[in-house]
């Protein structure tokens, strides 16, 4: 029932959306909209653009969303999984930019694909820009049928940089890189000699994935899931950025305008929650001693007769 209904909203939408833009066939020029401070162009080539001021932030590139159907599996007794997809069945979808509107304070992209899965009905559905707080933009992708995974590519620029994703230990920036965000061991090492499993990690292993980076030019994107994330950042593209979740839920992202790192950091903590401050003696000295308990009470006893403030033993 959720499916029929959100494919019926969706084909109202749609049908709304193609009537407000009739008028205006015949005129190719790019229309730049307004939602909250940040403004959304859809370009003649079929990309769509999140800027605010003279700063382009973040441009949803032409080729469009691709959702997948597929069996999905997994390998890895010792925490080092492995994931397997078979009988995978993919849609391209395309961005209609002469169909944008700004509808109850969102701007409004329709999305259609010449095909369906199968032989279903051709696949459509609609990209929702919104301002969730000030100094961010939302990016809801909505599809008529149900997947199991949707892909949204972003335009690679020159400049662009990827900072985040967690705790990773191959590199800072991540451009060039493809791989998947899922906790896991970590490994006992990462020799890239030995076969990956079991005990050997891989470059990307992590205890601590995280669906977020942060451009160097001043603004991130943080993406709401807990499912498994697959990023192709400009590897087998150099001029396109991947971003997949393995999920049937709509994609869920959020642009952080910044226009500075402290600030995209600022908007990060204000969507995921802030920690609280440690005690004061956390931020003393820590001192380690082994040799069994008279020992280390004889070693506690040495440091407080010689003043040494120590806040943990």
């Given at each position: 029932?959720?499916?029929?209904?959100?494919g019926?909203?969706?084909?109202?939408?749609?049908?709304?959306?193609?009537?407000c833009?009739?008028d205006?066939?015949?005129?190719?020029?790019p229309?730049t909209?307004e939602?909250?401070d940040?403004?959304?162009?859809?370009?003649?080539?079929?990309?769509?653009?999140?800027?605010?001021?003279?700063?382009d932030l973040?441009?949803?590139?032409?080729?469009?969303?691709?959702?997948?159907?597929?069996?999905?599996?997994?390998?890895?007794s010792?925490?080092?999984?492995t994931?397997n997809?078979?009988?995978e069945?993919?849609?391209q979808?395309?961005y209609d930019v002469?169909?944008?509107?700004?509808?109850?304070?969102?701007?409004?992209?329709?999305?259609?694909a010449?095909?369906?899965?199968g032989?279903?009905?051709?696949?459509?559905?609609?990209?929702?820009?919104?301002?969730?707080?000030?100094?961010?933009?939302?990016?809801?992708?909505?599809?008529s049928?149900?997947?199991?995974?949707?892909?949204?590519?972003?335009v690679?620029?020159?400049?662009a940089?990827?900072?985040?994703?967690?705790?990773?230990?191959?590199?800072?920036?991540?451009?060039?890189?493809?791989?998947?965000?899922?906790?896991?061991?970590?490994?006992?090492?990462?020799?890239?000699?030995?076969?990956?499993?079991f005990?050997?990690?891989?470059p990307?292993?992590?205890?601590?994935?995280?669906?977020?980076f942060?451009?160097?030019?001043?603004?991130?994107?943080?993406?709401?899931?807990?499912?498994?994330?697959?990023?192709?950042?400009?590897?087998?593209?150099?001029?396109v950025?991947?971003?997949e979740?393995e999920?049937?839920e709509?994609?869920d992202l959020?642009?952080?305008h910044?226009?500075?790192?402290?600030?995209?950091?600022?908007?990060?903590?204000?969507e995921v929650?802030?920690?609280?401050?440690?005690?004061?003696?956390?931020?003393?000295?820590?001192?380690?001693s082994?040799?069994?308990?008279d020992?280390?009470?004889?070693?506690v006893?040495?440091?407080?007769s010689?003043g040494?403030?120590?806040?943990?033993?």
């Open positions: 029932m959720r499916t029929l209904l959100l019926t909203s969706l084909a109202f939408l749609t049908l709304s959306l193609i009537a833009s009739g205006d066939e015949g005129d190719l020029t229309k909209l939602v909250g940040a403004k959304v162009t859809p370009d003649r080539g079929g990309s769509v653009v999140v800027s605010v001021g003279d700063r973040l441009e949803l590139a032409s080729q469009g969303p691709i959702a997948r159907r597929f069996d999905w599996s997994y390998q890895g010792t925490a080092l999984f994931f997809r078979d009988n069945q993919a849609v979808l395309e002469g169909g944008v509107v700004a509808l109850g304070g969102e701007v409004l992209v329709p999305l259609r010449s095909s369906g899965f032989g279903e009905e051709a696949l459509f559905g609609t990209v929702h820009f919104s301002e969730e707080r000030l100094g961010t933009t939302r990016i809801r992708v909505e599809l049928a149900g997947y199991d995974s949707l892909a949204l590519p972003i690679c620029t020159p400049e940089s990827f900072y985040g994703f967690g705790g990773q230990y191959n590199a800072i920036d991540q451009r060039g890189e493809a791989f998947d965000l899922f906790v896991r061991e970590q490994g006992i090492g990462r020799d890239p000699s030995k076969p990956y499993g005990t050997n990690g891989g990307h292993t992590t205890y601590f994935p995280m669906p977020y942060v451009d160097a030019r001043g603004f991130g994107v943080y993406w709401r899931t807990d499912h498994r994330s697959l990023l192709d950042l400009c590897q087998s593209d150099p001029d950025a991947w971003i979740v999920s049937g709509p994609l959020l642009v952080l910044g226009p500075t790192m402290p600030r995209v950091i600022e908007a990060l903590s204000e929650g802030r920690p609280t401050a440690p005690p004061s003696w956390a931020y003393d000295l820590w001192v380690g082994q040799g069994g308990r020992q280390v009470l004889a070693d006893d040495a440091i407080e010689a040494i403030p120590a806040g943990a033993f």
